[in-house]
């Protein structure tokens, strides 16, 4: 799955050569949702993964802190190996990314 952007349009390109068109400014939440649908599909379990919560103890967590994206895994409430994005679209890549190769 790859994302690419041309200003208030996103551009979802998935592997079977679905595409899918969203308004850049559709809510946090249904992308939220379309990430959590693909992830599921794509065979990681639910337990691995937490979205727009943070620090949810013993997952991979994507949520929105201090204006930023951050991507982490949450251990005892501690963040280890954090990477923060300033665009919606850049945190779902590399977290769709990282999940789907890892489960």
């Known amino acids: 799955m790859s994302i690419k952007s041309d200003g208030l349009i996103c551009k ?14 559709a809510e946090f939440y249904d992308i939220l949702c379309d990430l959590e649908k693909r992830l599921i599909a794509q065979g990681v379990s639910r337990v691995k993964f937490s979205l727009g919560e943070s620090d949810v103890d013993e997952r991979y967590c994507l949520s929105l802190d201090e204006g930023f994206w951050w991507v982490y895994y949450s251990e005892r409430g ?23 190769n890892s489960k």
């Open 78 to 100: 501690r963040r280890s190996s954090a990477c923060l994005f300033s665009r919606l679209n850049d945190a779902t890549l590399f977290f769709f990314t990282m999940l789907a």
């Open 12 to 25: 979802y390109f998935v592997n079977d050569g679905f595409i899918k068109e969203r308004n850049s400014r």
